[in-house]
T-cell receptor, first 117, second 113 residues
Framework: GAVVSQHPSWVICKSGTSVKIECRSL??????MFWYRQFPKQSLMLMAT?????????EQGVEKDKFLINHASLTLSTLTVTSAHPEDSSFYIC?????????????FGEGSWLTVV | GENVEQHPSTLSVQEGDSAVIKCTYS??????FPWYKQELGKRPQLIID?????GEKKDQRIAVTLNKTAKHFSLHITETQPEDSAVYFC????????????FGKGTRLSVIA
């Protein structure tokens, strides 16, 4: 069954509005979650590392004020794309490292397709 | 930080032939190397992984080899089938709790029937 759940799967929003994407760890607590962005025909690019109870760590070139990450609990991280623009249209996907004893397995959410019109 | 290079970017093979995709990494501390298959619009699916304490791992038609000295690892798919057509990504990580996977740029594999 699913280990990581991501919602919504698809979202269309107008330019200038904000969109929130949720990533939930279903079977275990996750102090760290990772957010990736994937443009068409490109690889998964790490945006930020979400840390429960503390500030996210953003990769170089990712605007922290535009991509707000909140990891308020051990099972939920949210990514909010603020003041969205068409160039923010992309596939956003979260991942979680499995619990101790699962090896280094990384679990991915289903991903969220964002289209900004 | 870690940098992962993947080649080739596209690969076409005849059904039944073998396909090989190669990756190199830069961080000698990396010790976990998974391979993912991704179909359009879907999440990456783990197909095989290898850890730094082994040099080769096989699962039916899929195998992965790792050369830690040279910092490269490869995916081998034998007896390819049309349903193997997808984009494949290699990745590397140090494996600790708060370190992410770093992905290669992907290889689009087309298996021609």
């Amino acid at each position: 069954g699913a280990v990581v759940s991501q919602h919504p799967s698809w979202v269309i929003c107008k330019s200038g509005t904000s969109v929130k994407i949720e990533c939930r760890s279903l079977d275990f607590q996750a102090t760290t979650m990772f957010w990736y962005r994937q443009f068409p025909k490109q690889s998964l690019m790490l945006m930020a590392t979400s840390n429960e109870g503390s500030k996210a760590t953003y990769e170089q070139g990712v605007e922290k004020d535009k991509f707000l990450i909140n990891h308020a609990s051990l099972t939920l991280s949210t990514l909010t794309v603020t003041s969205a623009h068409p160039e923010d249209s992309s596939f956003y996907i979260c991942s979680v490292r499995g619990p101790t004893g699962s090896g280094n397995t990384i679990y991915f959410g289903e991903g969220s397709w964002l289209t900004v019109v | 930080g870690e940098n992962v290079e993947q080649h080739p970017s596209t690969l076409s093979v005849q059904e039944g032939d073998s396909a090989v995709i190669k990756c190199t990494y830069s961080d000698s501390a990396s010790n976990y190397f998974p391979w993912y298959k991704q179909e359009l619009g879907k999440r990456p699916q783990l197909i095989i992984d290898i850890r730094s304490n082994v040099g080769e791992k096989k699962d039916q038609r899929i195998a992965v080899t790792l050369n830690k000295t040279a910092k490269h690892f490869s995916l081998h798919i034998t007896e390819t089938q049309p349903e193997d057509s997808a984009v494949y990504f290699c990745a590397a990580s140090t494996g600790s709790g708060n370190t992410p996977l770093v992905f290669g740029k992907g290889t689009r594999l087309s298996v021609i029937a």
